[in-house]
């Protein structure tokens, strides 16, 4: 896989919200026979899908509980029309907090990982011209994001490997660690959406056309 073991971690399945529920929400479940695994058919039809107050909470604290986490995901991006694999928001300040997301297709495509400063701003860390998730096929992607310090400064460390592959590193201007403790942020003010973006009862920034099997994995 890369120079980790994905084995000794704990892993928290972010599509657990839609594995019952596929035709309420016009998700629709798909089986991958090279990848031996379901996966979800999300559309533009896509309803508004909210994790559990519970699953949010397990990901948040294990975000905060280590220096060290990872985002796992085997993805077939069939759009270039921009669309969020998963989204954490604030509901009221339509602040995002954690939001993974795509853009584009072929050698053009970018994958975002959207971040709460300490600045109470959103910040980006962007992975330009992926050119292997473009190609409409099935594609691994793996992002290790581990508190640094640097300069004396703790921040945080993004390293993408797709297809077990490392493709590139980059740092967030704040330690992704402390984005949800920050200004003692109140859990029933969170909103966690898989598959889109959006705040309220709105739906956007959909991960339209594209068939998605995601994990989230943290040390243990």
Not at 13 to 36: C, G, H
Not at 101 to 122: A, F, H, P, Q, V
Not at 160 to 169: H, M, N, S, T
Not at 194 to 216: A, C, D, E, M, N
Request: net charge positive; hydrophobic share 40%; glycine share 6%.
């Amino acid at each position: 896989m890369s120079s980790f073991d994905l084995v000794s971690f704990l892993e928290i399945d972010l599509l657990s919200p839609i594995s019952e529920s596929t035709t309420n929400l016009n998700v629709r479940r798909v089986f991958t026979p090279k990848l031996n695994a379901p996966a979800y058919l999300f559309g533009r039809a896509i309803k508004l899908i909210q994790a559990k107050e519970e699953l949010l909470q397990d990901t948040i604290v294990n975000i905060e509980s280590n220096e060290e986490f990872v985002i796992y995901a085997t993805v077939r991006i069939m759009s270039p029309l921009a669309g969020a694999m998963f989204s954490i928001a604030h509901s009221q300040k339509k602040l995002i907090l954690l939001d993974l997301s795509t853009k584009g297709t072929g050698n053009k495509t970018k994958l975002m990982l959207r971040y709460r400063s300490t600045s109470d701003t959103t910040e980006n860390v962007v992975f330009k011209d992926v050119a292997a998730l473009g190609d409409r096929g099935y594609h691994k992607i793996i992002l290790r994001i581990t508190d640094v310090v640097d300069n004396g400064k703790k921040i945080s460390a993004v390293a993408l490997y797709v297809d077990c592959k490392f493709f590139g590193k980059a740092e967030t201007i704040s330690p992704i660690s402390t984005i949800f403790s920050y200004k003692g942020t109140l859990l029933s003010r969170l909103a966690f959406r898989i598959g889109q973006r959006g705040f309220g009862t709105k739906v956007h920034t959909q991960w339209r056309v594209s068939s998605i099997y995601t994990l989230v994995v943290y040390d243990a």
